[in-house]
């Protein structure tokens, strides 16, 4: 069954420092998102991007976040200049259509800033 | 806005128990309703859907009936197993309105022992 892949799994680095997180969604899928879960808290909308644009993104989503598809098949997220509270699972998703579609989550990247 | 709230966990059943986790939802379209599903140290899996009023999403043994009349998406299981201790995340995707993300509830943990 085709599915969302994340790297890394898991990144430490040290608060100010740059931070890519890549994604491959699945292959025809349309519609691709970001998601973030702090620990313990609720699952939290960070931005969409359809046809090499953002389409939404959420208050979360400043000027210190980017989003990117380099190529045919990635899709990540830059964080410039980390901060501790930036320490989050991050997960990569993908969606044939954008409205009432079913969404398909990455397994996630774990980031800890230090 | 759209927002999902669950029932407080964390809940703890015996293994062979039966299952409700509540979840109710406001949204000012007409949304699809999910239950997603995070195991320990894995991402976010779809558990079920339902895309209109009275629909019943099935799968693993769960259900979940789409009741627009109480707004509300309760996930059941008649007999729960060790392996279905997780986290559950009911969510909805609003068609009607500006927003194709998911919005997530807090999430309800699981503990089934055996």
């Known amino acids: 069954e085709p599915e969302v892949t994340q790297t890394p799994s898991h990144q430490v680095t040290q608060m100010g420092q740059e931070v890519i997180l890549r994604c491959v969604p699945i292959?025809?899928?349309?519609?691709f998102y970001w998601y973030r879960q702090i620990l313990g808290q609720k699952v939290e909308f960070l931005v969409s991007?359809?046809?090499?644009?953002?389409?939404?993104k959420s208050e979360i989503f400043d000027d210190q976040f980017s989003v990117e598809r380099p190529d045919g098949s990635n899709f990540t997220l830059k964080i410039r200049s980390t901060k501790l509270e930036d320490s989050a699972m991050y997960f990569c998703?993908?969606?044939?259509?954008?409205?009432?579609?079913?969404?398909?989550f990455g397994e996630g990247s774990w980031l800890t800033v230090v | 806005g759209d927002s999902v709230t669950q029932m407080e966990g964390p809940v703890t059943l015996s293994e062979e128990a039966f299952l409700t986790i509540n979840c109710t939802y406001t949204?000012?379209?007409?949304?699809?309703l999910f239950w997603y599903v995070q195991y320990p140290g894995e991402g976010l899996q779809l558990l079920l859907k339902?895309?209109?009023?009275?629909d019943k999403g099935s799968n693993k043994g769960f259900e979940a009936t789409y009741r627009k009349e109480t707004t509300s998406f309760h996930l059941e299981k008649g007999s729960v197993q060790v392996s279905d201790s997780a986290v559950y995340f009911c969510?909805?995707?609003?068609?009607?309105?500006?927003?194709?993300?998911?919005?997530f509830g807090k999430g309800t943990k699981l503990s089934v022992k055996p």
């Open positions: 339902a895309t209109k009023a009275d």
């Open positions: 969510a909805l995707s609003d068609l009607g309105g500006s927003q194709g993300n998911l919005i």
């Open positions: 991007f359809y046809n090499n644009e953002i389409s939404e």
């Open positions: 949204a000012t379209g007409y949304p699809s």
């Open positions: 292959s025809n899928h349309l519609y």
């Open positions: 998703a993908s969606s044939v259509r954008q409205r009432g579609n079913t969404i398909y």
